[in-house]
């Protein structure tokens, strides 16, 4: 098992949860470097440590 490294942001407002998603405070922006959005998307893959 790999450890890779997780940058989160705050979401929502001053540590209350979002709307419909009763308890998330936090969003995942970049694994291993690289934003979901890019993994998700196909333009990146994780880097292989």
Same mark, same amino acid.
């Given at each position: 098992?790999? &450890?890779?490294?997780? @940058?989160? !942001? +705050?979401? +929502? &407002?001053? +540590?209350?949860?979002? +709307?419909?998603?009763? /308890?998330? &405070? ?5 694994? !291993?470097?690289? !934003? @979901?959005?890019? @993994?998700?998307? /196909?333009?990146?893959?994780?880097? &292989? !440590?």
């Amino acid at each position: 098992m790999g &450890r890779d490294e997780v @940058l989160i !942001s +705050g979401f +929502g &407002r001053k +540590g209350h949860a979002v +709307g419909d998603i009763p /308890g998330v &405070r936090y969003k995942v922006v970049k694994v !291993s470097g690289v !934003s @979901l959005m890019a @993994l998700y998307k /196909g333009k990146k893959e994780k880097p &292989r !440590s």
